[in-house]
């Protein structure tokens, strides 16, 4: 029996609930990450490192909500708060004790937030980024690198290359692609290049490296960024969605050293809940301000709407959240469950004899199969000393091995890779590495690798 014909004998509810969701969404997903042929599991329950699904089986989860959750499912004080908050009200219109507090805890555990302004998603935090760096500076455009991935708004998503005319994403305006630039990451002699012509309102990046770091930045390529935005007078924006909270509790920017102009947040810091920030240099935040000058509201001040701002429900979850990973003592736990992970998974692709390599950083993974792999290395993080990126996996080869990771019990982000948390135990970690090579053993019988 193959994995997929397995996978299928494995999750008939969940064939049979993705025939009614594709009468009502588009490809039967509300996300396009959870998009999967033949069809994708539905979850019934989730609790810690563990969710079941509506066949009854029982998976380890790396998804971890996309990365938001940290502290694992149904986290009991993360629960307790919401649950207290949802008896008080879920949404006041009005400013509340919880948002303060919030807020403060950003302040004191980001590096570089002075202020803060609450959103109510990533995409939305990184459009208001874009749109403060530009109010500022009197610039209009953005620069980007290829394949970081800054939400789905148009001055994110219609990215081209610089020397390109033609629209990546459909339904993006022209006039909108003319002011977003698009350049290869770790080159940062095109990047003064550009930053030259003195149109560039903000730099914009994934602080690993694209897709949270599946192609990793090469070493000191954000120390020099920062000197080079300075010296043209760029704001400098660290999209810390993924990492914020992360790759250690002040984010990449505690990890490096290196303290952007503007920070967007997301995914942990809402506790699970809805939830975005773009926290940052005063200045620039205070573009937001309302003032006595009739002159400045109406024409430089940058407005702040959204129903769901820093809502009652999404502050009490986002605070018990910052409140217990400010320690590091989460972190440490989640980062050496990814050590013992990371060279295991290695060794197993060695002992297949199936190219390919598992890499990452602090607590998330990244797993690349396929003829045009390197080998696998010893340590977590991309050995390249050039700053040369990793190749990315086929699609054919991810949905493969999430099918085959899910047969056996384990659910990974897109089925090439995933985040540990502060829940996850010795004994998943054990579980994870019979599924990975039981699933290298079927790929291999079907001729995938």
């Known amino acids: 029996m193959t994995i997929t014909e397995t996978y299928a004998r494995l999750h008939p ?12 969404f588009p490809s039967g997903v509300t996300h396009d990450i959870r998009y999967l042929t033949p069809f994708p599991i539905f979850i019934e329950r989730a609790h810690g490192s563990r969710k079941w699904d509506a066949d009854g089986n029982e998976h380890v989860d790396y998804v971890m909500g996309h990365g938001a959750l940290f502290l694992g499912h149904a986290h009991p004080q993360i629960t307790a708060a919401i649950v207290e908050q949802a008896w008080k009200g879920t949404h006041y219109g009005a400013n509340h004790r919880l948002e303060l507090e919030w807020g403060e805890l950003v302040r004191e555990i980001v590096p570089g937030a002075g202020a ?3 959103t ?8 208001m980024a874009a749109r403060l760096a530009r109010a500022y500076t009197g610039r209009d455009r953005l620069l980007k690198f290829d394949h970081h991935f800054h939400g789905w708004h148009d ?26 630039v698009s350049l290869p990451q770790n080159d940062i002699a095109q990047v003064e290049q550009r930053l030259a012509e003195g149109d560039i309102a903000a730099v914009i990046l994934e602080p690993t490296g694209a897709s949270w770091g599946t192609l990793p930045l090469a070493a000191g390529f954000l120390a020099d960024l920062r000197e080079v935005t300075l010296r043209h007078h760029t704001v400098l924006i660290f999209d810390e969605v993924v990492t914020g ?15 952007p102009d503007l920070t967007t947040l997301a995914k942990i810091l809402a506790g699970g809940l809805p939830g975005g920030a773009v926290a940052g ?33 999404s502050a009490a979850a986002g605070a018990a959240m910052l409140k217990m990973v400010r320690t590091g003592e989460h972190h440490t736990h989640a980062d050496a469950l990814n050590s013992r992970l990371v060279p295991a998974l290695n060794d197993a692709l060695r002992r297949a004899g199936v190219p390919g390599r598992v890499y ?8 690349l199969l396929g003829a045009g792999a390197p080998p696998p290395a010893d340590g977590i993080e991309w050995p390249s000393r050039d700053g040369a990126p990793p190749a990315r996996m086929a699609s054919s080869l991810a949905g493969a091995l999430k099918r085959g990771m899910l047969n056996h019990g384990v659910d990974l982000m897109s089925g090439s890779g995933g985040f540990t948390s502060g829940v996850h135990t010795d004994e998943d970690i054990g579980l994870t ?13 079907e001729g995938l690798v």
């Open 116 to 118: 803060v302004c609450f």
């Open 13 to 24: 509810e969940s064939a049979r609930l993705y025939e009614k969701a594709l009468r009502t």
């Open 120 to 127: 109510s998603s990533g995409t939305e935090a990184t459009l």
């Open 433 to 445: 590495i019979d599924a990975f090579e039981a699933t290298l053993g079927e790929m291999r019988a």
């Open 245 to 259: 909270f992360r790759v250690s509790p002040g984010g990449a920017q505690e990890r490096y050293g290196v303290t």
């Open 360 to 367: 990452g950083l602090a607590s998330y993974f990244h797993i």
């Open 281 to 313: 240099n005063v200045d620039i935040v205070s573009m937001l301000e309302f003032r006595s000058d009739a002159a400045w509201n109406a024409q430089r001040r940058v407005a702040h709407p959204g129903t769901f701002n820093a809502n009652p429900l």
């Open 155 to 180: 001055a994110v998503a219609g990215a081209r290359a610089a020397e390109s005319e033609s629209p990546i994403s459909p339904g993006v305006p022209a006039g909108v692609l003319a002011n977003t």
